[in-house]
């Protein structure tokens, strides 16, 4: 059999060879003569074409094959191994590749993965040469290369450009000329700040970087790019591709998609960039910062990047598995950003293609998912300062509460209000109770970690669920106890202060109490009524009361919607008072369709007898109520009288203010990650299949096995982690971020698959280059300017984008086959990314406000856009400067993004993106002419150019020089005058057609004014006559006075409608409504706004404009 | 110096820009083919590759039946025991809770598991020659059951409106996805250089999925759904806005095209004969979109039959509107109607979303089949889960009478694109909770939609972030029972 296979073999190999041999006269492949690589030409035939059934996935291994190791591909178990090492002829892999039996045939037809005649050929070769294995490119650690020779050593400015120019000599090819000095000027400017310069700019720059020979002056460029880096606008332009990795947003995302404050975070991104903070600790703060010693709020609001992930509020989620897709989302945000890894395949699997398993999956999650998460209560020092002098003035008004008590008199007023105090005090005094405070001990909960805090209250931290049960114990009971009080307390540890832990879908820190039972060694204690201090229901009218906690009923319960921060309080009367020396068991329930539980909350109980009921005082109060009069201080009593005066009825449009003035400011709430406490870690548990609902092993937090070694010596947490990510050892990351940035200028990075460095991206084009500029931003101290400023410097940078002017056939790489663009023989052309775009509009319109941070904006955009998501939440745009703030600051809403961004490829915040897609389209033409916001930047340029002094030619001249940073060609001047004139004559006469519109409407409205005047004239005049008559008839009877009405003498000085006078009783001839004679002349001005208007929407609407050229 | 209409025609760029795709054709060939394409000549460049071209028109793996969809999606999950599924033991049982065993650990949004049974509503006939069963909440509908295939057997993963809705429309819980329309395009390409090949419309109020339920995902963002909006612009931006006439619109168009010629001249970038196909292509929708929208040219019949009022907008305007859009070559039409989640009083729930829904439903595949084309044409009914037999009552969120949401078991109706007529498939339990007999996931019907537009759902894949993804993920089973 074995034999037979041989035969079978060694025929398929030779008519393979046949057909080899004339594959190989191809010039673009791999000629015979050259060595065949495992990493270029070997391994990805491997990953693509075997590794989802043969690699290094256990579930997923067919035959139980591995070809992703040497040492499982040679093995020999059953006879015949599947690669034997220098014999393709014995080698299965082999036999099976060239089999034409659908059952043997590999990779099956079915998996539609067939080799092609040239690919059979290389594995062929690769076999017989001794099938020797290499690790994969991007896991070997980086070492600083040796520069490459290059012919011409005149060109290379830097040492990139040598390795670039070493690779085009190399092909055959040669650089492209420098670019011409205004293209980039207007180049380098949009890079480092994402803006064009000014015309101004941009003419004092090309003086500069004109030498005086006329040659380049490399000094003014190293000098422009350092004034560019200095600019504030830097950190805007870089931050925000950063913010695609973070997946940046302004709304939690989901159903809901509420606003989230999470532009600090932004801002700190902004900053960091700006002071050039190293990369290594960029990293450690984002992922870290809380954990770092004696950590900032700087650092703190730094690891905000996890907390972009989305957060579902929709009512009725199971917020554990959102919290879980979250984690999911910060494992592979992670991959991405630092790693170039795509982990997220092993969230269900082992990777098919990269070393991570399955496990490992998870203990990268194990690293991330010990955090809490928290807000970050971030006071607005503004508000601080107003709300310490509203409580002095509160003060103040409180010492003048007394002054207002309602009396006849001084006298009386005092008399009257100590009368009404002590009153108060003899009815409140017997309700006061005396609360012992009940210490449990036990406590037991489904879920969240309760603790007993020093005052005897409970403190609920950790994850909380939809619907959660608390088990108290108490040891020892009061004797003779008859009611047992609840506290819902505040703490600055909850979401909004508490007393609950809503912090979603309900008002964060509300709490919603379902039911409360007692038992008493496990018989049940009937609890006779309940009372609560207060009680509010956030969702419609009806009632929320703490008797609803004793009905049996789920579904009913006590919440305190609208007060967070502050506390409330319930009481239970028992039926009988409590035996002693027995225990007592307290359980909760909570929730309702989102987590409602106590975040913090006492107990405690009174043997007083009587019905008591829940009241607003304050455990200071109700103390004070229970001293005897003769023993209360007189600061004591003063107390007691405040709060009689707050609470007194005669007083309240008084004491309201007051209160309002108490009224603590909102916090800013800044999402941030917060290490949980030791005592109470969130474990990670592998998920089968990656499901939520398939929770398995437990597993601790490690990192891959194929990558750096985490420190023997440092903890396994997420600090430790994030220092591991930019460690030295680490092969990755280096590569990674110089790769991203390399793409940012180039438009591709050397790596084309910016988030994929592993068995499936693509193989660096220029991979020495990419070591050198790794090994050289981890030597400059992981500066990020440093790097820009060599990118930009370097002569590979300074080339022309011009296509070559003759019509030769497209220089493509011998070797690899790669395109003169990615072998950087000419600058790339890259379309500029969507906010880059408002911004150049906007700056050449003269619109663009500079102002740096903040709450995001709300520029202009048409109805209906917002209002798709739910809810259909209004667009009100920004007005004043707020309209046009940088792009950055641009209110995102991840349901419906903002439109122009959108249809311009910006993406939605749902999802780390390393590269962003670039299309154009036809919506893109619409919103560039159409678009509202675009009209306002044309019509605003189109005034500056309609009233900037100087005939056609110069403002054609400064249009150009504002949107474009060039003067126009000639053709092109002559060919916008040409438009110039037409659009005038055009809009004039449209402006003419206009006002014979106008001219023809008002003759016609008034000559119907006037013929109702004259109608209304007539009419008064003939009822003037009829009176006149009858008056006339009655002065003709006897006895009547002659005297005229005074109506008719007000009515004759009375002006009428047309502004004149009419005098009754004669007839009106003369036309009164002057009729238009001819129409208005055109507002001249009008017109050449509207055809420069036109100048601008086209320029703005060209390809160069566009385009980094 | 051109300054008239005939600027506006394609073919002077196009020939500068013929040369240098034809120079380029080792790379930029997706935006080469894309321009072709946008510029109306897709055939007439001749290159080898040319398949690659976002938008070209593509073979699918196999004959298809369907050319295209009209999906018309009922957001908030319309109650299938008020309308197809008829369970009069709930009748019986009405204020009992089922028994645990039926109900297993299933999580609910707002009920709990006890929660009582509540009764179907509404009174149920057979219908048609096929004696299909519908309930009297939907009039039109019983009158074409002959002419659709009911599947009262479909089941999926998630049981909130979001993440349920993201599923439907993109085989996955979370945003990040392509949809299903986003596949279709990737899969097809566009038939229409005049309109939008993936069309999405929303009606009454805001969607839970939002832009995510449209969005291209990973895919390029070319085949992103656009919304038609209800009010203003069809499509956005489609206006010439308002105090620039018609003659200054299109003299800034032949501008823009002069100096985009001159650039591409002086630069040679075929991108910037990508750009300039992408304005001519806006001129057109500047003319072809109002002339989608102006329904004066459709008979009262016509209008009748939908129930529209054409002068405002309504789910039997869009569904109008959708027909027209085929028509013109729209490749995938989206309707969203949205309002159907009734977790209090079903029964008035069900009545208004009915009486706003049925009509256009039933007229949409009527019209359709009288012009020939249902036979092409997919349509496909349905929300994103089902509802439960038992009621929803909540005092503390003064909800009565309701049904909550419902994973298990729903039921979707599909017409039309070699889809069996007149059939129903699948049979839940007596109380309406679990299926019984062929069970439907929402990604076998997924995989179902591709087949009938031509396409394995296991090779229709796209690589991204280190592996292939599909609509289907790796599930779903094409459901040949269904198909005709």
């Known amino acids: 059999m074995i034999r037979h296979k041989n035969i079978t073999i060694a025929r398929q190999l030779h008519s393979l060879w046949i057909i080899v041999t004339i594959v190989t006269a191809h010039p673009h492949s791999v000629s015979a003569a050259d060595e065949v690589s495992f990493s270029r030409d070997i391994r990805p035939l491997l990953s693509g074409k075997c590794f989802a059934c043969h690699g290094p996935d256990e579930e997923a291994r067919e035959a139980a094959l591995r070809l992703d190791s040497f040492q499982a591909a040679t093995r020999d178990d059953s006879g015949t191994p599947a690669i034997t090492p220098g014999k393709s002829s014995t080698s299965e892999l082999v036999r099976r590749i060239l089999s034409n039996d659908p059952d043997e045939q590999m990779p099956p037809p079915s998996s539609n993965k067939s ?60 650089p492209a000329e420098a670019a011409v000095t205004r293209t980039l000027i207007r180049r380098v400017f949009l890079d480092l700040i994402g803006l064009q310069p000014t015309p101004k700019e941009a003419d004092h720059w090309v003086n500069q970087l004109s030498a005086a020979d006329g040659q380049f002056n490399e000094e003014a460029y190293a000098e422009l790019v350092d004034h560019l880096l200095s600019l504030p ?58 954990m770092l010693p004696g950590s900032t709020i700087d650092q703190r609001i730094a690891t905000g990047f996890h907390r972009n992930t989305m957060l579902n509020e929709e009512g009725g989620i199971d917020p554990l598995e959102f919290r879980f897709y979250a984690m999911t989302d910060r494992v592979a945000t992670t991959g991405t950003t630092w790693l170039g890894l795509t982990t997220g395949c092993c969230q269900c699997h082992t990777h098919k293609y990269d070393p991570i398993t399955h496990r490992e999956y998870y203990g990268l999650m194990a690293f991330l998912n010990n955090a809490d998460e928290p807000d970050l209560n971030l006071p607005d020092p503004a508000a601080e300062t107003r709300f310490q002098k509203n409580l002095i003035e509160a003060d103040k008004l409180l010492a003048e509460l007394p002054r207002h008590w309602p009396a006849k008199d001084e006298e009386d007023r005092m008399a009257s209000l100590e009368t009404a105090f002590t009153k108060w005090l003899a009815t409140e005094r017997p309700l006061a109770v005396d609360w012992q405070v009940m210490v449990p001990s036990s406590l037991k909960s489904n879920f969240p970690h309760l603790t007993v805090q020093d005052d005897g209250s409970i403190f609920a931290s950790g994850d909380t669920t939809k619907f959660d049960t608390y088990e108290l114990g108490f040891a020892d009971v009061p ?141 200071e109060i109700e103390r004070l109520l229970q001293i005897d009069d003769e023993l209360l201080t007189d600061v004591q009593r003063q107390r007691l009288k405040n709060e009689f005066l707050l609470n007194a009825s005669q007083l309240a449009e008084h004491t309201k203010k007051i209160r309002d003035l108490r009224r603590r400011p909102a916090w800013i709430d800044i999402p941030v990650l917060a290490e949980r406490p030791s005592e109470n870690p969130r474990p990670t548990f592998l998920h089968d299949r990656g499901e939520y609902l398939q929770p398995k092993d437990r597993i601790d937090a490690r990192v891959p096995e194929a990558l750096h070694p985490f420190p023997l010596d440092a903890p396994k947490n997420r600090l430790e982690f994030a220092r591991w990510l930019v460690s030295r050892d680490n092969p990755l990351t280096a590569r990674v971020v110089a790769n991203r940035h390399w793409a940012a200028f180039f438009g591709t990075g050397l790596v084309k698959t910016l988030d994929d460095f592993g068995m499936q991206g693509e193989m660096p084009s220029h991979p020495k280059l990419l070591d050198w500029l790794a090994v050289s931003l981890m030597d400059e101290g992981w500066s990020i300017k440093r790097l820009h400023r060599k990118i930009v410097l370097t002569s590979t940078y300074r080339q022309t984008s011009d296509f070559p002017k003759s019509d030769s056939t497209p220089r493509v790489a011998r070797q690899t086959g790669l395109s003169e663009t990615r072998l950087l023989a000419r600058f790339p052309r890259t379309r500029l990314e969507a906010e880059v775009i408002r911004d150049v509009v906007m700056k050449s319109a003269g619109l663009l406000s500079l102002k740096q941070g903040g709450p995001p904006v709300r520029p202009p955009q048409p109805d209906g856009i917002s209002e798709a998501s739910f809810g259909r939440p209004k667009w009100k745009a920004s007005t004043g400067e707020d309209r046009h703030r940088r792009s950055v600051y641009t209110y995102q809403k991840r349901t419906a993004p903002f439109a122009m961004l959108t249809t311009f490829d910006a993406p939605s915040g749902e999802a780390c993106i390393a590269r962003r897609d670039v299309s154009n389209t036809a919506l893109q033409a619409l919103t560039l002419l159409n678009d509202e916001m675009f009209l306002e930047a044309a019509r605003a340029l189109g005034k500056l150019l309609a009233e900037s002094p100087g005939g056609d030619r110069s403002r054609i001249e400064s249009a150009f020089a504002r949107v474009l940073t060039r003067p126009p060609s000639e053709s092109e001047t002559t060919r916008l005058l040409a438009f110039v004139t037409d659009q005038r004559s055009v809009i004039r006469v449209e402006y003419q057609a206009a006002r014979i519109v106008e001219f023809e409407h008002a003759v016609k409205e008034a000559r119907r004014k006037e013929a109702a005047r004259k109608k209304a004239a007539e009419e008064k005049a003939a009822a003037a006559k009829k009176a006149a008559e009858a008056a006339a008839a009655r002065d003709s009877l006897p006895g009547k006075s002659t005297a005229k009405p005074d109506k008719q003498d007000s009515a004759e000085t009375k002006p009428n409608e047309s502004g004149e006078n009419s005098s009754p009783g004669k007839t009106d001839t003369k036309p009164k409504i002057p009729i238009p004679t001819e129409p208005k002349p055109v507002d001249e001005d009008a017109v050449e706004l509207d055809v420069w208007t036109n100048v601008a929407r086209a320029l703005f609407s060209l390809d160069e404009t566009l385009t980094k050229n | 110096m051109q300054s008239n209409q005939n600027s506006l025609s394609p073919q002077p760029s196009l020939d500068v820009a013929r040369r240098y795709f034809l120079r380029d054709c080792g790379y930029g060939l997706g935006k080469m083919a894309l321009a072709s394409l946008l510029t109306g000549n897709a055939n007439r460049i001749a290159c080898a590759a040319s398949s690659t071209a976002p938008l070209a028109v593509r073979q699918p793996h196999f004959e298809p039946s369907a050319k295209r969809v009209i999906q018309l999606f009922m957001a908030g999950a319309p109650s299938q025991l008020e309308l197809f599924d008829e369970k009069p033991l709930l009748t019986k049982l009405e204020g009992s809770p089922l028994p645990p065993s039926v109900i297993g650990d299933q999580r609910y949004a707002f009920i709990r598991s006890d929660a009582s049974v509540l009764g179907p509503r509404f009174k149920f006939a057979k219908h048609g020659e096929s004696g299909a069963e519908v309930s009297e909440a939907l009039p039109h509908l019983s009158k074409i059951v002959d002419d659709i295939c009911m599947i009262r057997s479909v089941h999926t993963d998630q049981f909130n409106h979001a993440p349920a809705q993201l599923f439907f429309n993109t085989g996955f819980g979370q945003p990040g996805r392509p949809s299903l329309g986003s596949w279709v395009l990737y899969g097809l390409g566009a038939e229409t250089e005049n309109l939008p090949a993936y069309v999405v419309m929303t009606n009454s109020g805001g969607l839970s999925g939002g832009a995510a339920l449209w969005s291209s995902g990973f895919l390029p963002t070319l085949y992103t759904g656009t919304p038609f909006r209800s009010q203003g612009d069809p ?75 054409p002068a405002k907008p309504s789910f039997a305007r869009s569904c109008l509107l959708a027909r027209r859009m085929i028509e013109r070559g729209v490749r995938f039409a989206n309707v969203y109607h949205n309002g159907w989640d009734a977790h209090s009083n079903v029964e008035g729930n069900v009545k208004n979303n009915a009486k706003a829904t049925d009509q256009a439903s039933a007229a949409l595949v009527t019209d359709l089949k009288q012009r020939g084309l249902l036979d092409d044409t997919l349509v496909v009914w ?37 889809i069996r007529s007149g059939m129903s498939i699948g049979k839940t339990d007596e109380f309406g909770f679990n299926i019984v007999e062929d069970p439907i996931h929402v990604h076998d019907l997924q995989a179902t939609i591709l087949h009938c537009l031509g396409f394995d759902h296991e090779k229709l894949t796209y690589h991204h972030a280190g592996r292939d993804f599909r609509l289907t993920d790796v599930h779903g089973h094409v459901v040949r029972q269904i198909l005709s």
């Open chain 1, 479 to 619: 004797a003779g106890a008859t009611t047992i009080r609840l506290e819902a307390l505040p703490d600055d540890r909850l979401p909004a202060h508490g007393p609950g832990s809503t912090y979603y879908e309900g008002r964060k820190g509300d709490f919603f109490l379902n039911e409360i039972s007692v038992t008493l060694d496990g018989q049940p204690v009937t609890i006779k009524s309940a009372s609560h201090s207060y009680a509010k229901n956030q969702f419609g009218k009806n009632p929320v009361t703490a008797a609803l906690t004793i009905d049996g009923d789920y579904q009913t319960g006590w919440s305190a919607a609208g007060r967070p921060g502050e506390r409330s309080v319930a009481v239970y009367v028992l039926s009988e008072p409590l035996p002693a020396g027995k225990t007592l068991d307290v359980k909760m329930t909570f929730g309702r369709h989102f987590a409602s539980s106590f975040g913090r909350f006492r107990l405690s109980a009174s043997s007083t007898s009587g019905d008591i009921v829940a009241r607003e005082w304050s455990p």
């Open chain 2, 382 to 418: 349905g929300g994103e889960f089902g509802r439960t037999p038992m009621v929803e009552t909540n005092p503390a969120l003064g909800r009565s009478l309701g049904r909550d949401h419902h994973p298990q078991a729903y039921t979707v109706w599909m017409a039309g694109g070699g």
């Open chain 1, 233 to 290: 606008q830097y950190g805007e332009r870089w931050g925000r591709r950063w913010l695609d990795l973070a997946r940046y947003a302004d709304t939690n995302g989901y159903e809901k998609d509420r606003d989230r404050t999470m532009w600090p975070y932004r801002d700190w991104v902004i900053r960091a960039l700006n002071a050039d903070m190293p990369f290594d600790q960029f990293t450690i703060e984002q992922v870290a910062g809380d």
């Open chain 2, 235 to 309: 499509i956005l931006n489609v206006s010439t806005p308002p105090g620039i006439s018609q003659q200054q619109q299109q003299a800034t168009y032949s501008l823009i095209n002069d100096l985009n010629r001159e650039r591409l001249g002086a630069v040679g970038d075929p991108e910037i004969a990508t750009r300039m196909a992408s304005f001519e292509m806006a001129a057109r929708l500047q003319t072809s979109a109002p002339e989608l929208m102006d329904l004066s040219s459709e008979s009262k019949a016509t209008l009748d039959l939908y129930g529209v009022n």
């Open chain 1, 115 to 174: 080799l092609s005649v040239e690919q059979k050929k290389l594995l062929v070769r690769w076999i017989d040469s001794g099938a020797k294995y290499e690790q994969h490119w991007s896991f070997i650690p980086p070492s600083k290369p040796e520069l490459p020779f290059v012919k011409n050593a005149e060109w290379p400015s830097n040492e990139i450009d040598r390795f670039i120019l070493a690779r085009l000599e190399a092909e055959g090819l040669g």
